[in-house]
């Protein structure tokens, strides 16, 4: 009698890391260093070579990658973390492609195909990316002192506290306009500010890009997050990108604005685009 209890076996496929050159590679064609778990820890990361490229990979289960496990903070927090570990250590090792986490395919079959595909953006990408990282600068502001400083320097705002009414019940009309201008005077001059830094800072870098400001609840922090943007470094420029950063976190301090540098990470923001999805 057969056994009708025994399950299928999952449907494995091919989890892709990121791309990058042969000679992240050791003699046994594995990354050097410590064996690092993929983001399922039954299946090691192995190497697909296409070429000048290849791609770092590891199996999964197919089926773990549903919509709502990839919703799931606590589901994506440490496979995400191993997905990013490996991409650091081979960056290590040569420049890199990383790729977006959750990047699938159904075999080693379609990724070729993929890859021969894609092969002169890769290539390019590669070459462009060679002895390069990126770098995150953000601001974070004590808004009250802002708050104060920018609205003391601002005309209509000045206009509007010297006419206030001795009456109560006008003034008080008149004070929340008065709120309402000082709001957006530092609206207004957060965006002026913001513009000033990415023109300043992008003068250093090879590229930049501006990424979406975060709250409270997403950064950990009291403070308001009104800068955050990413910069494409060699190590050479990473000096003089400093001393431009200095030279403005000395511009600004007085308002109550703290800027951040971090990195080295891999480029992530600054990959060519490879349009076609996972299949």
């Known amino acids: 009698m057969s056994d009708t209890s025994a399950q299928p076996a999952p449907v494995t496929g091919i989890y892709l890391y990121c791309l990058a050159r042969p000679q992240c590679l050791g003699a046994d064609r594995s990354l050097p260093g410590p064996q690092l778990p993929g983001v399922d820890e039954r299946y090691p990361v192995t190497a697909l070579c296409d070429g000048d490229a290849v791609a770092l ?39 890199v492609l990383p790729v977006k986490f959750g990047t699938l395919y159904h075999g080693r079959a379609s990724l070729k195909d993929f890859l021969q595909r894609y092969r002169p953006a890769i290539e390019l990408g590669l070459t462009k990316l060679r002895g390069k990282s990126e770098w995150s600068v953000k601001g974070y502001l004590v808004e009250q002192e802002a708050r104060n400083i920018i609205a003391a320097e601002d005309s209509e705002v000045l206009s509007r506290r010297a006419s206030l009414s001795p009456s109560p019940g006008l003034r008080y009309m008149q004070q929340k306009q008065l709120d309402a201008a000082i709001d957006a005077a530092l609206e207004r001059g957060l965006l002026r500010i913001g513009q000033d830094l990415q023109q300043a800072l992008s003068r250093v870098a090879l590229e ?22 990413s910069f494409l470094l060699t190590d050479e420029i990473l000096a003089d990108f400093s001393a431009a950063l200095s030279e403005q976190q000395d511009a600004y301090q007085v308002i109550g604005l703290t800027l951040e540098l971090r990195g080295p990470w891999p480029p992530y923001n600054f990959c060519p685009s490879l349009s076609e999805e996972a299949s």
């Open 57 to 95: 990979i590891s199996e999964v289960v197919i089926a773990d990658f549903s919509e709502q496990n990839l919703q799931t903070l606590e589901w994506i927090g440490e496979r995400a973390s191993r997905h990013e570990a490996v991409v650091a250590q081979t960056m290590k090792l040569s420049p």
């Open 208 to 229: 930049s890009t501006a990424m979406r400001l975060h709250a409270s609840a997403v950064t950990g922090r009291a403070e308001r997050m009104v800068f955050n943007a």
